[in-house]
């Protein structure tokens, strides 16, 4: 057949009388899926290719008929995806963000090696270590397991949601600290609140609302942190 051979009308039609109702099995849209990723991988548009291809939709206009039949035809389908697409659809995103999922042991050497003034937000040490340590990701995830635990509830005046914040009630937060320092003398404080294994117990942690937790009285033992 040669190229830019047009049918005739009567040709269409009767192709389509022939081919209505006509179902593909999956096996052969595999076939064809499979056919179409070979020759197609890698292959590369020419500037020749894309402008002919730009011409030929150039102008185009659909009746309102036929939108309104692509609208049927296409309605829920875009918005349906299997488990498996969902897991594809996923793993691209992460792909293309250049992320991927890190273990407990990595969140904390990466933690260590980038804490302190390895990191470059240093700014001399002036902000308080007390404001590093809550900023930091192992302090985030023992606040929200210890949400989690109490149901985002108070657990003085029982209120559930709203401003929560995890209250240290067995040992605070200046003797945790001190207690790091004294046990790990040889590292950074930061270094060794990371690596002190009580300091996130979670058993130490309360869920209290913020009105509970102002009411108690915090005396702090280390002052200049």
């Not at 250049?98 to 902000?127: D, M, P, Q, Y």
Request: charged content about 30%; glycine content about 8%; overall charge positive.
């Amino acid at each position: 057949m040669k190229k830019g051979y047009k049918f005739s009308d009567e040709y269409k039609k009767r192709m389509s009388l022939v081919t209505m109702g006509h179902k593909v099995s999956a096996e052969t849209k595999r076939k064809i899926g499979l056919a179409n990723s070979i020759t197609l991988k890698g292959k590369k548009k020419t500037l020749e290719h894309i402008k002919n291809m730009a011409n030929a939709h150039k102008g185009l206009k659909r009746s309102e008929e036929t939108k309104k039949k692509m609208s049927v035809a296409m309605t829920g389908k875009h918005h349906i995806l299997t488990e498996i697409g969902k897991e594809k659809v996923r793993l691209a995103g992460l792909k293309r963000r250049g992320l991927r999922h890190c273990t407990e042991e990595t969140k904390l050497k990466i933690g260590l090696a980038n804490g302190g003034n390895k990191s470059h937000f240093w700014k001399g040490g002036v902000t308080p270590i007390r404001q590093i340590i809550r900023e930091s990701f192992k302090y985030k995830e023992w606040v929200q397991k210890n949400l989690i635990r109490d149901d985002f509830t108070c657990q003085k005046c029982n209120i559930i949601g709203g401003k929560l914040q995890v209250h240290h009630y067995k040992k605070s937060f200046s003797i945790l600290i001190a207690e790091a320092m004294q046990n790990l003398p040889l590292l950074s404080i930061y270094d060794a609140c990371m690596l002190y294994t009580p300091f996130w117990d979670v058993r130490n942690g309360q869920t209290l609302c913020l009105k509970c937790h102002k009411a108690i009285k915090h005396h702090w033992k280390i002052n200049k942190i």
